[in-house]
């Protein structure tokens, strides 16, 4: 009987990061390339899944020092990512994606990335409302990161203002992330 999960990259990935817990890390490498080159094949080189797929791949060489490796992964992961996809994703996927562009040295891709998202949030949920409120918090420490921290204070207090206007769930879900933020951007150093 063949096995159904061989070809499903989300299993895949999950199997990697089990080995990576385990201290299997070639295991590991393995499995990631395998989930990324399905990911692909399935839904597309510029599917945001393949972020998903690449972050956890671009950590584990990171981890083991192997920066350039790190790096031409993210480069050509963010070169290929469709924004578009990217708009309609989730705030995990969206920093996924930062983390990404920071790895490549493209933080200002991951600018774009956020302003795309926002535009697409604004249109369905409306100006103040906590998903957009995500995405200025996202921009903030996307400036915060290349050392704009005039601007990322701007958003984050912005960011602030909306999600305690919009109040709800998900205001609670976005004060912790920031809390930190404002940590790091309004506490002089």
Do not use: W
Not at 62 to 82: F, H, M, N, P
Not at 115 to 136: L, N, P, Q, S, W
Not at 159 to 178: K, N, Q
Request: charged share 25%; with cysteine.
């Amino acid at each position: 009987m063949a096995n159904p999960d061989r070809n499903n990259p989300l299993k895949i990935h999950a199997a990697a990061s089990v080995a990576v817990a385990t201290g299997r890390f070639r295991e590991a490498e393995g499995m990631y390339r395998q989930a990324i080159g399905i990911a692909e094949s399935q839904m597309g080189a510029s599917h945001p899944h393949v972020a998903k797929m690449a972050i956890s791949l671009v950590n584990l060489y990171e981890d083991q020092g192997r920066y350039d490796e790190a790096r031409q992964l993210s480069e050509r992961v963010i070169g290929q990512i469709d924004p578009a996809q990217v708009a309609i994703a989730n705030d995990q996927m969206l920093n996924r994606l930062r983390e990404l562009c920071r790895c490549a040295g493209q933080l200002d891709k991951a600018i774009t990335l956020y302003r795309e998202a926002m535009t697409y949030r604004r249109k369905v949920f409306g100006d103040a409302h906590c998903k957009v409120a995500a995405c200025i918090a996202g921009l903030a420490e996307t400036y915060r990161d290349l050392g704009n921290v005039g601007k990322a204070r701007s958003l984050l207090l912005r960011a602030t203002s909306m999600a305690e206007e919009a109040g709800g769930d998900s205001s609670s879900i976005l004060a912790p992330r920031l809390r930190e933020l404002r940590q790091s951007v309004l506490v002089p150093a």
